[in-house]
């Protein structure tokens, strides 16, 4: 699945080799649908629903027997269990603090999947992106946060998902690279070699 056109993605990695070029830190961008299926929680609503459904008889003039409740309610519950997996929907049902966890899970697997942790100096960079939960995550290794104070990355997480909440993924992703790679530049400026050590192409999940 594309999360981003042609055009988007060839911006992306241009800023990112724009960023790159003014500082030994290395970013890396990444994007995914989900962090997580959330199975769970439409299933369980849809279960609780349809066990309450027959108290819609007591609101109509006639009554079904008791096989016919059975009936009711497995029918309530498929088209519930279909009808909520609806991504708005299920968005809803699942609580934030539960969503917030899976994305910092999966934001942290793909700092070690994407190898930012194997950079000469511990200067990488991870910006995830996880689109169902509408969330931003932004990890920086351990050279980072020698030097650079908590909070710097706060308003530049909360400008980008206004951005995704807006459906301008791509502006973000390229807002917020630039405003990475100012900080790396003030605290990590680039050398004379300054290797590319990571990819600068988004990766899709």
């Known amino acids: 699945m594309a999360f981003l056109n042609d055009s988007d993605k060839q911006q992306l990695r241009e800023a990112i080799r724009q960023a790159e070029a003014n500082t030994s830190g290395e970013i890396v961008t990444v994007i995914a649908h989900a962090s997580g299926n959330y199975f769970y929680y439409p299933t369980l609503w849809a279960a609780v629903l349809a ?120 502006d973000g992703f390229v807002e917020a690279v630039n405003a990475i790679g100012t900080h790396l530049a003030t605290h990590f400026p680039a050398d004379s070699t300054n290797p590319n050590e990571l990819p600068d192409h988004l990766v899709e999940l």
């Open 51 to 170: 066990i309450l459904s027959p108290v819609i008889l007591l609101a109509l003039p006639w009554s079904l027997g008791p096989l016919g409740i059975v009936e009711l309610q497995l029918l309530v519950f498929v088209l519930l269990a279909i009808g909520l997996r609806w991504a708005p929907i299920k968005r809803r049902l699942v609580p934030r603090e539960q969503q917030r966890q899976y994305c910092a899970r999966r934001a942290r697997e793909q700092f070690l999947v994407q190898n930012l942790h194997t950079t000469r100096d511990r200067t990488g960079v991870l910006l995830f992106v996880s689109l169902f939960e509408r969330h931003v995550e932004l990890l920086a290794d351990a050279g980072i946060h020698a030097r650079v104070p908590d909070g710097t990355w706060d308003a530049l997480i909360r400008r980008f998902t206004a951005r995704i909440q807006d459906d301008q993924i791509g």
